[in-house]
T-cell receptor, first 116, second 110 residues
Framework: GAGVSQSPRYKVAKRGQDVALRCDPI?????LFWYQQALGQGPEFLTY????????KSGLPSDRFFAERPEGSVSTLKIQRTQQEDSAVYLC??????????????FGPGTRLLVL | DAKTTQPNSMESNEEEPVHLPCNHS???????IHWYRQLPSQGPEYVIH???SNVNNRMASLAIAEDRKSSTLILHRATLRDAAVYYC???????????FGTGTRLQVFP
């Protein structure tokens, strides 16, 4: 079956530009996560949705970062007024739901964002 | 979240077994031990997880020390496709997010 897909795969933005990154989770997956991965580092948690509810946004680095999942499926991560330090790979993951049995996360290929 | 310690890098020859260690001395009784790996230019993928007992699946085996303060991911016969960064992660029952460290970069030589 189809896995997690993300678009665009690559994005080049000028400093100050707004960007929107899309994530299509696996159909039926309740939980959705966004992670940020800087070059040479492990992914870092940004935010978590359970259906349409954003239950944890503790990892969002500033109020320029905003995520939504209005219908409980597709999610969008928006970054306003991009800065050079926002350059990273943004990963989306989904899982069947919370709990130790369902919690395996399936990751998309990521969106590589470069801010010039 | 409890922290894990892994070597930065390891090397193996093709078709040899690989043992990837992970120390987690501050693990609590409800923490599950998860392993994910990330192939070049891809998102991480789940490998295996366990709580107390050793676990086997089609990808690997997970050996957990009796005191649970360390674990070892075992690839029984490394292939070139196993070259990746391997992350050892502790997850408690209340946290759904994954806390990645810097992982172990595994190189496999033909």
């Amino acid at each position: 079956g189809a896995g997690v897909s993300q678009s665009p795969r690559y994005k080049v933005a000028k400093r100050g530009q707004d960007v929107a990154l899309r994530c299509d989770p696996i159909s039926g997956h309740v939980s959705l996560f966004w992670y940020q991965q800087a070059l040479g580092q492990g992914p870092e948690f940004l935010t978590y949705f359970q259906n349409e509810a954003q239950l944890d946004k503790s990892g969002l680095p500033s109020d320029r970062f905003f995520a939504e999942r209005p219908e409980g499926s597709v999610s969008t991560l928006k970054i306003q007024r991009t800065q050079q330090e926002d350059s990273a790979v943004y990963l989306c993951a989904s899982s069947l739901g919370p709990g130790p049995v369902k919690e395996t996360q399936y990751f998309g290929p990521g969106t590589r964002l470069l801010v010039l | 979240d409890a922290k894990t310690t892994q070597p930065n890098s390891m090397e193996s020859n093709e078709e040899e077994p690989v043992h990837l260690p992970c120390n987690h001395s501050t693990i609590s009784g409800t923490d599950y031990i998860h392993w994910y790996r990330q192939l070049p230019s891809q998102g991480p993928e789940y490998v295996i997880h366990g709580l107390t007992s050793n676990v086997n699946n089609r990808m690997a085996s997970l050996a957990i020390a009796e005191d649970r303060k360390s674990s070892t991911l075992i690839l029984h016969r490394a292939t070139l496709r196993d070259a990746a960064v391997y992350y050892c992660i502790l997850r408690d029952g209340d946290t759904d997010k994954l806390i990645f460290g810097t992982g172990t970069r595994l190189q496999v030589f033909p």
